[in-house]
Each structure stands twice: as structure tokens, then as C-alpha cells.
């Protein structure tokens, strides 16, 4: 059971090693973007990040964890060499995501998420600003990576305890069979009601900080997921129940209220995401920290009870294109 146990752990630091890695490399990379931000603060960002950091490690166990309970009660290499091809893909797509965040981050200012699967088919429009210099020199760095990490730390170091018992051990296969469905605590941030999000993380005025602290491979996953889940659960009404509504909303009737003065506005139309009502007084925000914008308001027509039209930002803004009442 013991060296089991003990390559058990040395995986979980192997595994939270690189990611820690990468996000000081990331803090490195771009450490003119916080300039005026302190040391403490910078190592704050990997010490916060951690909870992004060992909810991935948590994702990532699973199936290492599944191997290892079916290796302690079949004596058989099989598990072993399942786990080393397994970590070497992980280790893979580890280093060529976070590598492909490190090059990205300098045009899109904000880590990687599934709108990077939007170039898939078009990925010169993705590669247009990076020269073959540059392609490769960041392919070397891929290569020497996955080189080092696999065959240099998880063949020399982290499999090695394993690589000598191939014993059954109905204890080592009970202790497994517990730590497998505690790793949805990992997974989900802890006992907290809600699970983790990338906002969790967030914890400094400076967005370079914040996104410091983000671990780009888990905020990909994570805007998978949602994503998959928005795609799925958009349609709540059949196409007639759908124009009933629709006519409803733009329906002209004789009594409406003239609010221009000009049959020919010049509109402008600006929109501020994630802008929150806190910020403004007459909604009961502390103080009056938008001053301009509550004089604004008080010129114009100010809407006090105004729903979203969805948690994603591609379909907010074609919301307000379209000119969808909410």
C-alpha cells in the first residue's frame, strides 16, 4: 500500500508543480503588464490561483485514481502502463495550452477559453500575427517541455515507487475506492453551495493580476462546459409560442409616449459589461462613485428594472443589436 500511496502523492505535486510553473512563467512573460504591482501581491496571484490549480488536479486524478483501484486488486502491470501513456497526453495537452496562453495572451488580454475553437477552422487568422521564427521556437519550447516533464521528472521521480510493487493490496484498493469520490470536493472548490468559478479567483484592481491567477486550462474546460450547457437550454418555447411573444413586444399601439425630439437621432450606443448597479446611487450603491453616468441617467429615460438576455457576452451584445426589449 505504501508505495502506492507515495506515488499517489508524488502525482498530485507533479501535477500542481506545473501549473504553478506556468503561472509564474505567465507572471514573467508579462510582468511589464504589473508594473506597479508589488511582489506580494504577484505571489498572492499564484498562492489564490491554487484553488484553480487543485480543483484541475482534482479533474485530472480521476482516472489515475479509477487505475489504481483496479491494479491493487488485479496484480497485473497493465493500470501502470495505462497511467504513464495517460500522463504523458495530460502532460501534452498541459504544455501546449498553456504555451498557446502565453503566446495568445499579448492580442487577447484575457486567458484562454472555447472561443479559441472558433479558429480551429480558419487557424491562419490565429497564427497571423506569429512569424515561422516564432512558431518555431514556441513548437521547441512544446517539445522540450513534454521531454523534461515525462521522461525527466514523472519517469525518474514520480512513477518510481509504483514501478516496484505489483502486489494486491485490498487496503491500498479500499483507500482509493474512498479518495475517488472525494475528489468532487477538489473538483467543485469545497463545501461551499456554489462550486468554484473563474471569478473566484479574482482578487486584485489589476486585470493582468487576476488573470495571473486564473489557470488557463481550467478556465477553457469550464467555458466548455457552460457553453455546452447555454447551447442546450436556449429554447424554452415552440416557433408559434415564440412570434406570440415577439408580436407582443413590438406592438405599436395609438397611446405611445414620444420621447425624441427629432425624427432623425443620432444614436449611440455604448455598452458596459459586468457593470454593476452597486456602483450606482439611485439603485442603493455606496455613495456616488459614477457621478456622470447618474447625471445621464437623470437626463434621460432610466430603466430601474432591466433583465439579462443571457450570461454570455456574444449573446448579450447581439441582444442589444437586435434591439430585444428585456
Avoid at 485530472?60 to 485514481?65: E, M, Q, V
Avoid at 483501484?69 to 495505462?82: A, C, L, T
Avoid at 516496484?164 to 467543485?188: C, G, M
Avoid at 449611440?268 to 439603485?283: K, P, Q, R, T, Y
Amino acid at each position: 500500500m505504501k508505495p502506492r500511496f507515495l506515488f499517489y502523492l508524488r502525482y498530485i505535486i507533479f501535477l500542481l508543480g506545473i501549473q504553478i510553473i506556468f503561472s509564474i512563467l505567465f507572471l514573467s512573460v508579462y510582468q511589464n503588464l504589473a508594473q506597479d504591482v508589488g511582489i506580494w501581491d504577484k505571489f498572492l496571484a499564484v498562492v489564490v490561483g491554487l484553488k484553480l490549480d487543485i480543483s484541475l488536479t482534482g479533474y485530472l486524478l480521476g482516472i489515475p485514481t479509477l487505475l489504481l483501484i483496479i491494479g491493487s486488486i488485479f496484480r497485473s502491470g497493465i493500470p501502470k502502463k495505462i497511467i504513464g501513456v495517460y500522463t504523458f497526453l495530460i502532460i501534452l495537452c498541459l504544455v501546449m495550452a498553456y504555451i498557446v496562453n502565453l503566446v495568445i495572451y499579448k492580442y487577447w488580454k484575457f486567458p484562454i477559453d472555447k472561443t479559441i475553437f472558433d479558429y480551429v477552422t480558419t487557424p491562419g487568422e490565429m497564427m497571423a500575427s506569429l512569424s515561422t521564427f516564432s512558431l518555431v521556437i514556441f513548437s521547441g519550447i512544446i517539445i522540450l517541455g513534454v521531454y523534461a516533464l515525462y521522461f525527466q521528472i514523472y519517469r525518474k521521480w514520480v512513477i518510481k515507487p509504483l514501478a516496484i510493487n505489483q502486489k494486491r493490496s485490498w487496503l491500498a484498493s479500499i483507500l482509493f475506492l474512498f479518495i475517488l469520490p472525494s475528489l468532487i470536493l477538489p473538483v467543485r472548490g469545497g463545501f461551499a453551495t456554489s462550486p468554484i468559478q473563474t471569478g473566484s479567483v479574482y482578487f486584485h484592481k489589476n486585470a493582468f493580476i487576476n488573470h495571473a491567477a486564473v489557470n488557463p486550462v481550467w478556465n477553457l474546460l469550464y467555458t466548455i462546459i457552460e457553453g455546452d450547457k447555454m447551447n442546450t437550454s436556449n429554447s424554452f418555447y415552440t416557433e408559434g409560442e415564440v412570434q406570440v411573444i415577439m408580436d407582443e413586444l413590438y406592438k405599436e399601439g395609438e397611446n405611445r409616449a414620444q420621447v425624441l425630439n427629432t425624427d432623425s437621432p443620432n444614436i449611440i450606443l455604448i455598452l458596459l459589461e459586468s457593470f454593476s448597479e452597486a456602483v450606482m446611487s439611485d439603485m442603493g450603491g455606496n455613495g456616488n462613485p459614477a457621478p456622470n453616468l447618474k447625471a445621464l441617467a437623470g437626463e434621460g429615460i432610466y430603466f430601474n428594472n432591466f433583465y439579462s438576455t443571457g450570461v454570455l457576452t456574444d449573446r448579450a451584445i447581439g441582444a442589444v443589436f437586435g434591439g430585444y426589449p428585456s
